[in-house]
């Protein structure tokens, strides 16, 4: 299957600072990714879906000046959480469909902590 | 938009039992229905997937069912063990490139 990356996998941080994350395709390009947000024992609740050369589509109810998603490259996509708040804290996994399009493939997640 | 409901959320079994667990969906457009199985602070990992032209699907223990009139899917799994205890989603989407939209999952427990 296909290999995405993401890093960091644990950030524990100040409440105001900003974190970034990122998630790399490996073996393919991928024009759009996608970012979900997960708390425990809870499912995967989509944020957003990045695309590449082009603006975030944003789900409803996610603030898009608090969630900032950049997709620069065919292999990269950034997720920023600014200005975060212990509300904020959560496990964050980015992913991305293969070739065809279809399956789903995910990256490691990163645990964000704020303090 | 698309939305998925998965049954039970809780699902114990004794190890060689077969284990069931159902979703629904609403979007009669969809038309892909991954399984994944999340084990605690890792990622979630395909187990299984079918499509809409497909009404079941086998792959060694694990099976899926596509009821496209009734729009529900389930996952089997026969002869369990205790490595099978995790999270397991059931997700659906319609069209290559979108997102999956995921039920709120099942924690099986498999005790030997």
């Known amino acids: 299957g296909a290999v995405v990356s993401q890093h960091p996998s644990r950030v524990i941080c100040k409440s105001g600072t900003s974190v970034k994350i990122e998630c790399r395709s490996l073996?393919?390009?991928?024009?759009?990714m996608f970012w979900y947000r997960q708390f425990p024992k809870k499912s995967l609740m989509l944020m957003a879906t990045?695309?590449?050369?082009?603006?975030?589509?944003?789900e409803q109810g996610v603030e898009k000046d608090k969630f900032l998603i950049n997709h620069a490259s065919l292999t990269l996509s950034t997720l920023t959480v600014t200005s975060a708040h212990p509300e904020d804290s959560s496990f964050y996994i980015c992913?991305?469909?293969?070739?065809?399009?279809?399956?789903?493939?995910f990256g490691s997640g990163t645990q964000l902590s704020v303090l | 938009g698309e939305n998925v409901e998965q049954h039970p959320s809780t699902l114990s079994v004794q190890e060689g039992d077969s284990a069931v667990i159902k979703c629904t969906y609403s979007?009669?457009?969809?038309?892909?229905f991954p399984w994944y199985k999340q084990e605690l602070g890792k990622r979630p990992q395909l187990i299984i997937d079918i499509r809409s032209n497909v009404g079941e699907k086998k792959d060694q223990r694990i099976a899926v069912t596509l009821n496209k009139t009734a729009k529900h899917f389930s996952l089997h799994i026969t002869e369990t063990q205790p490595e099978d205890s995790a999270v397991y989603f059931c997700?659906?989407?319609?069209?290559?490139?979108?997102?999956?939209?995921f039920g709120k999952g099942t924690t099986l427990s498999v005790s030997s």
């Open positions: 997700a659906a989407s319609n069209q290559a490139g979108t997102a999956l939209i």
């Open positions: 979007d009669s457009a969809s038309n892909y």
């Open positions: 992913s991305a469909k293969d070739r065809i399009g279809e399956k789903l493939f």
């Open positions: 990045s695309n590449e050369g082009s603006k975030a589509t944003y």
């Open positions: 073996d393919f390009q991928a024009t759009t």
